[in-house]
């Protein structure tokens, strides 16, 4: 396969302003600069055809791993890490170099005039070029929003598991959302974390926000118990809603010998109960 | 030979595992432990575990035993100062430890003891 003629090269780099305008007016027709601002991507649209020009013209080899191709990797890596950022879709931000091909062709066409077999593989040959860079900036788009979402993720999973402090000795866990293995690894090392820091004997588990508990579930609450018990506190699980205490009934589980109470109040009674603290009005 | 301490107060007995238990160390204390406890009629035990940033289930195992053997001698024992990692890793291995009694730190657990052993 015969690689980019220098004609081609010459070619395309002196049509390097038309190019650049060509571009940009097509990228703005086809509404790939939605919520960009249009210096910005005049600016990138200049730095990536001078890159892309010195590429070429050092004789890059086909193929956009090669090391004369790096800066101009680094570039789109970059754009496209910002586009994803920014929450642009993933069309837009391949639009960026797609828009490319057809000014690049015209000018192939105009260079090449009168030569349609030389023409046909030149073109060929810059085609295939620019779909790896837009393959990789895909990818590279792709591996950011996956960072995103898996950021987000980590960050819901911090905030859904806050230990606050009832009382003296006294923590309570809200537990929000559906209890998987991850999160309950994250609930109880919190949880023990917090009562070796506080030095609480009581800690309330509240389920209240739990949609369904199966045995996975049971199970999970179990280990935290049990977890709870060999630190040397002790531990209530508060907020079993009549639904929930039916299936737990259904499916057989054992609890163990945990203490349940139907609501939060209740559990705070019996753990200021246990403390030897009473609450009275004042009169 | 490195030996843990086993140190007298009163009718109690403290242990503290202050260095990484191997298994060697772990059979020696069960030994030096039930010597103890039979020679000086010891009626409750405190292991403090809070130096412990690691165990496996030889042991977590060790730990049962102890405290078993301690409470056939007519000695309570009380566990405290587990880490949370080490409480994690209990849980996960299926050792739940049932029939030993744990608390947060030597103080609480010292008050334990004194409330289980006076109240008999």
Known sequence: MAALQQTTVDSLKRAEAQLSARWLADLEASGAMRNLKGDDVKQQTGEFLDLLMVALERGAPQGITAAEWDETRLFLEKLSHQRALAGQDSQQTAHFIFALKGPVFAVLQEAFAGQPQALAEQTWQISQLLDLLAMHTIRVYQKSREGVIKRQQEELLELSTPVVKLWDGVLALPMIGTLDSQRTQVVMESLLQRIVDTGSEIAIIDITGVPTVDTLVAQHLLKTVTAIRLMGADCIISGVRPQIAQTIVHLGLDLQGVVTKANLADALALALRRLGLTVTKAV | ?120
């Not at chain 2, 007298?8 to 030096?32: C, E, K, N």
């Not at chain 2, 809070?50 to 030889?58: E, K, N, P, T």
């Open chain 2, 1 to 120: 030979m490195e030996r843990i301490p086993i140190l007298r107060m009163g009718d109690f007995l403290l242990v503290t595992i202050q260095v990484d238990m191997h298994d060697q160390l772990a059979l020696q204390l069960q030994d030096d432990l039930s010597e103890r406890i039979s020679r000086i009629s010891a009626r409750g035990v405190l292991i403090d575990i809070s130096a412990l940033d690691m165990v496996d289930s030889f042991i977590g195992r060790m730990i049962g035993m102890i405290s078993g053997l301690s409470r056939i001698m007519d000695a309570e024992t009380v566990l405290v100062g587990m880490q949370p990692a080490v409480a994690i890793t209990l849980v996960e291995l299926g050792m739940t430890l049932p029939g030993v009694s744990t608390a947060l730190n030597v103080e609480r657990g010292m008050t334990l003891l004194r409330e289980r052993t006076y109240s008999q």
